[in-house]
């Protein structure tokens, strides 16, 4: 007796033929839709690998694609607060000297100050173990008044600092010059590989506790959010230095910028962003030549990162009878591209020697120094 319960699935099966291996493959051959999924998919898989192991890049800056657009000046002089006789003496201008090799570099900006006429005090701040009565007496040729202060050491035991920057955390003694006899109660701090070409005396009415201009890269990130401790405004406050020096212990930023970086993490969202032309770093000729040139009439500061034309490899000094041949092997390096920059340091260390030749004179090194008059090369 048939099983019935079988039986009724039969007619179902009455046509199944199965299926012959073919070249010994079971699967039934994909129909054109199924291969093109399989073939979007692979696609798209390929894409996913490829995005995530793209290196990250910032987007373009505006400033890449420069266009000469505007038609106005970068201030407004009848709308800048006036500042009063006592305000004036509270502000200064301040530089650093950690080297004897940059103390040529402090006599030209010292130069440079005096022909834009600031009105603001000019003060050199230095490491007195670092620096030699001769660097001393040179620096301050030009007009800087010297404050030696006490060296900050980089925190962490300088773990990760690029060699060169160990002494910037002693900028940090910018903010306890509220303590001078005479306090400062504004300051515009300038590295001393620069040159002032405007009078840069506005900043002083600026009413914000800390400004300074982008930081720029030639190559990646290239115009950046963050800014260069080049050239700052601040407000000299020692209770805020007790803060700055608290937050060394606990600040997270990357080392090897030193105090520009640990800067950057303290007045992360209060700094106010000056424009370029505060902070002429010669990495803004390299990446955007149209934003440099645009840039030249209103240029208040011309800062020599990329090169320096009065060290070698922008670190070891250069002897004072050796700077003519600096400046002029500094001018044809980087394919030349600095060559106007470099000379105009050049011209105005020379003018420097002419002018200051007087106080030169009294300092000791220049015993062996060729005299001023004589060495225009
Ligand atoms: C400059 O500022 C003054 C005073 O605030 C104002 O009257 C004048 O219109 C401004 N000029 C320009 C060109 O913006
Ligand atoms: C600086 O002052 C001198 C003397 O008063 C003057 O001749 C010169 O033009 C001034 N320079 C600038 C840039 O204002």
Same mark, same amino acid.
């Given at each position: 007796?048939?099983?019935?319960?079988?039986?009724?699935?039969?007619?179902?099966?009455?046509?199944?033929?199965?299926?012959?291996?073919?070249?010994?493959?079971?699967?039934?051959?994909?129909?054109?839709? #199924?291969?093109?999924? /399989?073939?979007?998919?692979?696609?798209?898989?390929?894409?996913?690998?490829?995005?995530?192991?793209?290196?990250?890049?910032?987007?373009?800056?505006?400033?890449? +694609?420069?266009?000469?657009?505007?038609?106005?000046?970068?201030?407004?002089?009848?709308?800048?607060?006036?500042?009063?006789?006592?305000?004036?003496?509270?502000? /200064?201008?301040?530089?650093?000297?950690?080297?004897d090799?940059?103390a040529p570099?402090?006599a030209?900006?010292?130069?440079?100050?005096?022909?834009?006429?600031?009105?603001?005090?000019?003060?050199?701040?230095?490491?007195?173990?670092?620096i030699s009565p001769e660097a001393l007496c040179l620096a301050t040729a030009?007009?800087?008044?010297a404050?030696?202060?006490?060296?900050?050491?980089?925190?962490?035991?300088? !773990?990760?600092?690029?060699?060169?920057?160990?002494?910037?955390?002693?900028?940090?003694?910018?903010?306890?010059?509220?303590?001078?006899?005479?306090?400062? !109660?504004?300051?515009?701090?300038?590295?001393?590989?620069?040159?002032?070409?405007?009078?840069?005396?506005?900043?002083?009415?600026?009413?914000?506790?800390?400004?300074?201009?982008?930081?720029?890269?030639?190559? +990646?990130?290239?115009?950046?959010?963050?800014?260069?401790?080049?050239?700052?405004?601040?407000?000299?406050?020692?209770?805020?230095?007790?803060?700055?020096?608290?937050?060394?212990?606990? /600040?997270?930023?990357?080392?090897?910028?030193?105090?520009?970086?640990?800067?950057?993490?303290?007045?992360?969202?209060?700094?106010?962003?000056?424009?370029?032309?505060?902070?002429?770093?010669?990495?803004?000729?390299?990446?955007?030549?149209?934003?440099?040139?645009?840039? #030249?009439?209103?240029?208040?500061?011309?800062?020599?990162?990329?090169?320096?034309?009065?060290?070698?490899?922008?670190?070891?000094?250069?002897p004072l009878d050796?700077?003519?041949? !600096?400046?002029?092997?500094?001018?044809?390096?980087?394919?030349?591209?600095?060559?106007?920059?470099?000379?105009?340091?050049?011209?105005?260390? !020379?003018?420097?020697r002419?002018?200051y030749s007087d106080k030169l004179r009294e300092c000791m090194i220049f015993s062996s120094f060729p005299d001023p008059?004589?060495?225009?090369?």
């Open positions: 007796m048939p099983n019935m319960r079988l039986a009724r699935y039969l007619p179902r099966y009455r046509n199944y033929i199965p299926l012959e291996p073919r070249d010994g493959l079971l699967l039934p051959k994909p129909t054109l839709l #199924q291969a093109c999924f /399989a073939g979007v998919f692979a696609f798209s898989l390929l894409l996913n690998i490829i995005h995530f192991f793209r290196p990250i890049r910032t987007l373009p800056s505006p400033l890449d +694609d420069y266009q000469q657009l505007k038609r106005y000046p970068m201030l407004n002089q009848s709308a800048i607060p006036p500042l009063s006789e006592d305000d004036w003496r509270g502000a /200064a201008i301040v530089t650093t000297l950690y080297s090799s940059y570099a402090v030209t900006l010292g130069h440079s100050l005096q022909l834009v006429n600031t009105s603001a005090r000019m003060i050199m701040m230095y490491i007195p173990s670092q030009s007009g800087f008044v404050h030696p202060v006490e060296r900050i050491a980089p925190p962490g035991s300088g !773990r990760g600092i690029r060699k060169q920057f160990v002494d910037q955390y002693t900028k940090l003694r910018l903010w306890t010059l509220d303590t001078l006899s005479e306090p400062v !109660r504004r300051a515009v701090y300038i590295d001393s590989d620069t040159l002032v070409l405007h009078s840069l005396d506005e900043l002083f009415a600026l009413p914000y506790a800390f400004a300074a201009g982008p930081d720029v890269w030639a190559g +990646d990130p290239g115009f950046t959010l963050a800014f260069n401790a080049g050239v700052l405004f601040l407000r000299p406050d020692s209770a805020l230095f007790g803060s700055l020096v608290a937050a060394l212990g606990v /600040a997270r930023y990357p080392p090897a910028f030193a105090e520009q970086a640990f800067l950057n993490q303290f007045f992360a969202t209060d700094v106010l962003r000056l424009p370029l032309a505060y902070n002429g770093n010669l990495a803004i000729k390299q990446r955007a030549p149209k934003v440099w040139e645009s840039l #030249q009439d209103e240029l208040r500061v011309l800062h020599y990162t990329v090169n320096k034309p009065f060290l070698y490899d922008s670190s070891r000094p250069v050796r700077l003519a041949d !600096r400046v002029r092997e500094s001018a044809e390096e980087y394919k030349g591209v600095f060559r106007e920059e470099m000379l105009m340091w050049g011209d105005m260390w !020379r003018e420097t002419r002018v008059e004589n060495d225009e090369r």
